[in-house]
């Protein structure tokens, strides 16, 4: 029993150490941008970054006041981001496709919302 209790000890002090030496993380967002929907609805986003630079995301609230975080993932054109269960936003060339996975099929709703910003 003593072993054991020593051993715990021993790893809870090394594990201490190894957070007092690791850097703390802190988000950076946006203020939030406003794009519209097709039929006038309106889409808040706030873009997002880890302060280490390790992660880029969105934060997307939708009209109906929910909230959801997609981080951003490789795009061949524009920019992407995708939680790769029910949503895509992707900004090309100044507007964005907002996909959606349908609930009953489980099939991608290519520009489910295309949105835009007002000038």
């Not at 850097?23 to 967002?29: A, G, K, N």
């Not at 889409?43 to 609230?61: A, Q």
Request: with cysteine.
């Amino acid at each position: 029993m003593k072993k054991y209790l020593v051993s715990i000890l021993v790893l809870l002090s090394f594990c201490e150490r190894l957070s007092a030496g690791a850097p703390s993380l802190t988000v950076i967002l946006s203020k939030p941008t406003i794009f519209f929907s097709q039929n006038n609805k309106a889409f808040s986003v706030r873009y997002g970054d880890l302060s280490d630079n390790s992660l880029s995301f969105i934060k997307i609230t939708f009209p109906d006041g929910i909230e959801k975080t997609l981080p951003k993932v490789p795009s061949a054109s524009g920019v992407r981001y995708l939680d790769d269960r029910e949503l895509e936003w992707w900004e090309h060339q100044g507007s964005v496709c907002l996909s959606k996975r349908d609930d009953r099929t489980q099939e991608w709703l290519r520009c489910h919302w295309k949105l835009k910003t007002r000038s």
